[in-house]
T-cell receptor, first 114, second 109 residues
C-alpha cells in the first residue's frame, strides 16, 4: 500500500539534544512538507521541498533543519536552538508543490522534550 | 498571513447542517479543506481552484469566492463521523501555503 510513514510515534528527549524525525513516502510524490501542530492550534509550515536536493523555509524554520537526498525521504532535525520543541510533528507529501494537489499526511510524531 | 476560520467551534445534532468559513487577506490561487480527528493526521476533503475547478469527495460541497478571497465548506445532514477539526489551507501565487487555525465540529446524537 502506498503512503507516508513517520517514526517514531512518540519521542522523548532531554533538553539540549538534537533529534531527527523520520518521514518516508512511497507515493512517488515530488513535494514534501513538515508541519508543527501545538495543542488547539492549526498547522504551521516548518520546511518544504519541491524536488530532490531542494528545500525552502516555511514560517517557523528557526531551530530546525532538513535534507532531501532521496525522493522518498525528508527527515527533520530538531536542534537545540529550537526554544520550545515539544509538539506534534506532521509530514506530508503531494504530487507537485501545493496549488492544485492535495497533501497526504503521515501519522505524526509526538515529541516531548524533558 | 494565516487564513481566519469561523466559527471556532460548533456543536450539531445528527442531521443538522453547518457552514465553515475561511477568509484570507491576500489573493489566492486555491483553497484546500482537511478534517483531522483527535490525535490523527489530517485527511483531505476538497480543493477549490481559481477559475472554478474543484477536486474532492462527492459528499462534500464548498465554494470559493476569488474576489473576496473567501471559501466556505458546507456540511449537510451531519453524521457522527463528521466530528473533528476542519482546517482550510490557502495557497497564494508562488505556492505559499498557510493553514487556518481550525474549526472544531462536534456532532451529537
Amino acid at each position: 500500500d502506498g503512503g507516508i510513514t513517520q517514526s517514531p510515534k512518540y519521542l522523548f528527549r532531554k533538553e539540549g539534544q538534537n533529534v531527527t524525525l523520520s518521514c518516508e513516502q512511497n507515493l512517488n510524490h515530488d513535494a514534501m512538507y513538515w508541519y508543527r501542530q501545538d495543542p488547539g492550534q492549526g498547522l504551521r509550515l516548518i520546511y518544504y521541498s519541491q524536488i530532490v536536493n531542494d528545500f525552502q523555509k516555511g514560517d517557523i524554520a528557526e531551530g530546525y533543519s532538513v535534507s532531501r537526498e532521496k525522493k522518498e525521504s525528508f527527515p527533520l532535525t530538531v536542534t537545540s536552538a529550537q526554544k520550545n520543541p515539544t509538539a506534534f510533528y506532521l509530514c506530508a507529501s503531494s504530487m507537485k508543490i501545493a496549488g492544485g494537489n492535495e497533501q497526504f499526511f503521515g501519522p505524526g510524531t509526538r515529541l516531548t522534550v524533558l | 498571513q494565516q487564513p481566519v476560520q469561523s466559527p471556532q467551534a460548533v456543536i450539531l445534532r445528527e442531521g443538522e447542517d453547518a457552514v465553515i468559513n475561511c477568509s484570507s487577506s491576500k489573493a489566492l490561487y486555491s483553497v484546500h479543506w482537511y478534517r483531522q480527528k483527535h490525535g490523527e493526521a489530517p485527511v483531505f476533503l476538497m480543493i477549490l481552484l481559481k477559475g472554478g475547478e474543484q477536486k474532492g469527495h462527492e459528499k462534500i460541497s464548498a465554494s470559493f469566492n476569488e474576489k473576496k478571497q473567501q471559501s466556505s465548506l458546507y456540511l449537510t445532514a451531519s453524521q457522527l463521523s463528521y466530528s473533528g477539526t476542519y482546517f482550510c489551507g490557502t495557497v497564494r501565487p508562488g505556492n505559499q501555503f498557510y493553514f487556518g487555525t481550525g474549526t472544531s465540529l462536534t456532532v451529537i446524537p
